[in-house]
Structures are given as C-alpha cells and as structure tokens.
C-alpha cells in the first residue's frame, strides 16, 4: 500500500469513512504565526523553527492590519502570537501595539534574549494602550537539566528571568510544558508551582501542559477520526470547543498571507482555508491531521480563553 493509500483522503480515512470534522461556528481568537525563525533549535519543535528555517516567512505590520481589521469586524475576542520566537519578528512591537488598541493579546515565547532584549518596548505598551498584553513561556520540564537537553545549555535559567520580568513589570504570564510519559500530573505541576515560589511568580500562575506533537511532516500511526466517532463520543459542547472551530491562523508561505484552520496544522496544506477570514469559517475542517487525535482524544488546545 502506498503512503498515500495508508494516510487516506482530506474526505475520507484509507478504509472509506468519512473523516470527522468540525464546522467552525464563530471567530473568538485570531492566531498570527510570526514565522518559522528562532534563536534556539529544538530537535522536538512541531513548527521544525531554528534561526535559518524559512518554511514560514515573517509577517510585516501592513501584512496583518487587514487581517485584524477583518477580525475585528466579525467580533474577535484575542489575538494570539505563535512562532518561531515572536520577539525576532522586526514589526513584532508596531504589531502588538496596533491589536492591543482593539482586544488583549497573547505571545507564546521562549522568554530569553529576544523578548529580553524588546521588554523596555513592551513596557511602554502597557500604559499606552486599552487592552493587555500577556506572555506564555516556554519551560518544558521543572528539571533544568531536561529543559536544557532539549533547548541548550543556559535557557532554563534565561527563561525564568524572562518570566520574573515580565511579572516585576505586571504583565500576566502563564507557563507551556510539555507532558511526559506516565507521568503523575500534580506532582510536576507541584514542582513548577515551587520553582514559581522561588522565583516570585504566583504559584497559581497557569500552566498550559502539551503532548508531544512531533516536528512538522511526521507520519505517526494514530487511530483515524469518523463521522461516527465525532458523535458516538463527543458532545455538541465538546465539538464546539476544539480550536478550529472558534479560531483561526495566520501564515506567510513565500509572499502570501494564507488563513489556516488553527495553530497545529500548518505543515499540511490541505489546511489552508482561504485568503481572509470570512471565506475560511465557511470551511468544514476534516480531522486529517494526526495531531487531531490529540485534540479528540485528550482535548489538546493551544488555547487559554
Ligand atoms: S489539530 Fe485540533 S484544532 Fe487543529 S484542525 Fe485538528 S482537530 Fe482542529
């Protein structure tokens, strides 16, 4: 059988059924990817970033203003900033600075020198504008050692800095970590609420814990997602709140500006849904992708709202 027999159609698994989807019914969170360039290399990164990667170029100011215009105008709630690392965008500050006049804002970053070194302009932002701006760091386990391993030596401890700033300066933060194997959930979250003791972050501060998503384009074997499935085991409710179905991305591939179904998906074009945002929630999202699974299966969602 060939890959693409085992994978299947975008309408249908390699057995015939047709794939679940979701039908998304409102825009509440407007997600924009900065692209595919950081500072760090990380061999476990679903967006594949490093500081020479291109699959995802970086969005100027005037290349999102429509797109918030247009999310504004269908009742938006957020925008949300994803990487690569943010704080390398060059408009990163004009951008946050022009959505954070109309709605809060979230920026996803790995809290070291890039974010240090725009966190005097972030400051500014704060008393100039209605709405706040709010950070999620990247810590991916409570062990330094492990969170080093993964993302080089010296950035357990930046990131933390990073972190203490932000919270001294009175920004919201919350914390992405990743899930380990068999691990006991209270425990490591225990271990990051001493570490945010010992840092003088609140130790309620959120902690958003993720699966391992695999680098952009692998192939792993998960069980396919039917119609039947959608509703055999999901609730309206529960089909209401996955990502796709009230957000949205925004990519720049070469010199357009594409609308993917949400922030898991962008290494599979059959995800783009349009050129704007009104064309793009017409579109039924087929639950193709393998990090779907982790959405149906365990309610995955880069979402805090
Ligand atoms: S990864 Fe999750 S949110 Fe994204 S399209 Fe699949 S089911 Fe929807």
């Not at 100011?61 to 938006?76: K, N, Q, R, T």
């Not at 271990?191 to 391992?212: C, E, K, M, W």
Request: glycine content about 6%; overall charge negative; some cysteine.
């Amino acid at each position: 059988m060939s890959i693409a027999e085992q994978l299947g159609s975008w309408t249908h698994t390699p057995l015939g059924d047709e794939r679940g989807y979701i039908q998304p019914h409102s825009l509440k969170e407007l997600w924009f990817h900065t692209g595919t360039k950081c500072n760090l290399e990380c061999s476990f990164c679903l967006e594949g970033s490093s500081p020479s990667d291109k699959r995802l170029l970086t969005p100027k100011l005037e290349e999102v203003i429509p797109f918030i215009d247009e999310a504004l105008s269908m009742g938006v709630e957020q925008f949300s900033f994803t990487g690569g690392e943010p704080f390398l965008a060059k408009d990163i500050v004009e951008i946050l600075d022009y959505a954070s006049k109309f709605k809060p804002c979230l920026v996803l970053t790995n809290g070291t020198e890039p974010l240090l070194k725009r966190l005097d302009a972030l400051i500014a932002l704060q008393s100039k504008n209605q709405h706040p701006v709010s950070f999620r760091i990247s810590i991916d386990s409570p062990n330094e050692k492990e969170h080093d391993q993964g993302r080089g030596t010296g950035n357990f401890a930046k990131a933390f800095i990073g972190m203490r700033k932000l919270h001294q300066h009175g920004f919201s933060v919350s914390l992405a970590r990743h899930i380990a194997n068999n691990e006991n959930q209270p425990e490591v979250d225990q271990q990051y609420r001493n570490l945010f003791s010992l840092n003088g972050i609140p130790p309620q501060t959120h902690i958003v814990a993720f699966p391992d998503f695999l680098p952009p384009g692998s192939l792993p074997s998960v069980p396919h997602i039917t119609t039947h499935c959608m509703t055999a085991y999901q609730t309206e409710q529960q089909r209401e709140n996955y990502m796709c179905a009230s957000s949205k991305m925004i990519i720049k591939k070469g010199t357009e500006m594409q609308v993917y179904a949400c922030t898991l998906v962008d290494d599979d074009p059959d995800y783009f849904m349009g050129n704007t945002l009104s064309e793009s929630m017409q579109q039924k999202v087929n639950l193709k992708h393998h990090r779907c699974y982790s959405c149906f299966a365990h309610g995955a969602s880069c979402s805090e709202m």
